[in-house]
């Protein structure tokens, strides 16, 4: 049987983007993992890293592994990582997000940066969970390292980060938290927002369980 050209095209375009699909989530279920790594880095660092008491009391985490900077001289950051909150006990599945800044300020070296947030205010999770939320103006967000800023009650946002697992105090103002479709896409297989995600519309994945266990693991010392 001979195809016409229009067939061999429907073809090709099927089998490219099945191969882009399955690349996606095989990038998906690498950062998945990264982010365990980098809850596991920053809880049990002494000293320098999240403090039992922080993790349990957010609503909300976001955690971005490998968040990448741009050339010396231009500021702009690019990461791709996910959001969990909490519902009661456990946490919800994990909803991809992107994490884009102009300025991490000057103060921390290295071109790839971990970075986790938690959100310590159950108010907040609409915007966490919105289209687009801007550090600093849509939310303000505090440097997290160490015990002090876990007991200002007047802090709602805490951020925290390593490089080469070297810690250091930086500014995210002016940085945008934003879904990341493709991602869920490729973690759900469809399109599906994080408010639906996280508010229980799916099952967590069989690959980011070890994501959600760690979270409820880290939030209950």
Same mark, same amino acid.
């Given at each position: 049987?001979?195809?016409?050209?229009?067939?061999?095209?429907?073809?090709?375009?099927?089998?490219?983007?099945?191969?882009?699909?399955?690349?996606?989530?095989?990038?998906?279920?690498?950062?998945?993992?990264?982010?365990?790594?980098?809850?596991?880095?920053?809880?049990?660092?002494?000293?320098?890293?999240?403090?039992?008491?922080?993790?349990?009391?957010?609503?909300? $985490?976001?955690?971005? /592994?490998?968040? *990448?900077?741009?050339?010396?001289?231009?500021?702009? =950051?690019?990461?791709? !990582? @996910?959001?969990?909150?909490?519902?009661?006990?456990?946490?919800?599945?994990?909803?991809?997000?992107?994490?884009?800044?102009?300025?991490?300020?000057?103060?921390?070296?290295?071109?790839?940066?971990?970075?986790?947030?938690?959100?310590?205010?159950?108010?907040?999770?609409?915007?966490?969970?919105?289209?687009?939320?801007?550090?600093?103006?849509?939310?303000?967000?505090?440097?997290?390292?160490?015990?002090? $800023?876990?007991?200002? /009650?007047?802090? *709602?946002?805490?951020?925290?980060?390593?490089?080469? =697992?070297?810690?250091? !105090? @930086?500014?995210?103002?002016?940085?945008?938290?934003?879904?990341?479709?493709?991602?869920?896409?490729?973690?759900?297989?469809?399109?599906?927002?994080?408010?639906?995600?996280?508010?229980?519309?799916?099952?967590?994945?069989?690959?980011?369980?070890?994501?959600?266990?760690?979270?409820?693991?880290?939030?209950?010392?």
């Amino acid at each position: 049987m001979t195809l016409n050209k229009r067939t061999v095209y429907l073809v090709l375009a099927f089998t490219m983007a099945a191969a882009l699909y399955g690349a996606a989530a095989d990038d998906t279920r690498a950062r998945i993992g990264n982010a365990v790594k980098v809850l596991n880095d920053l809880t049990e660092s002494p000293g320098h890293g999240i403090w039992p008491e922080q993790i349990a009391k957010a609503d909300c $985490a976001v955690i971005i /592994p490998g968040f *990448k900077k741009g050339a010396a001289g231009v500021g702009v =950051g690019f990461g791709r !990582g @996910f959001i969990s909150c909490r519902n009661g006990d456990n946490w919800s599945a994990p909803g991809a997000v992107t994490l884009q800044t102009t300025s991490l300020g000057t103060q921390l070296g290295g071109e790839r940066i971990d970075i986790v947030v938690l959100s310590l205010d159950k108010d907040l999770r609409p915007k966490l969970l919105s289209d687009r939320l801007t550090i600093g103006s849509d939310v303000s967000a505090a440097w997290g390292n160490g015990k002090s $800023a876990a007991s200002n /009650p007047d802090v *709602k946002v805490l951020f925290f980060a390593q490089t080469k =697992g070297i810690f250091a !105090g @930086f500014s995210l103002d002016g940085a945008n938290l934003k879904p990341d479709d493709s991602s869920n896409r490729a973690l759900y297989g469809k399109s599906i927002g994080n408010a639906a995600i996280v508010g229980g519309q799916v099952a967590t994945p069989a690959v980011a369980q070890p994501l959600v266990a760690t979270l409820k693991e880290k939030s209950s010392h």
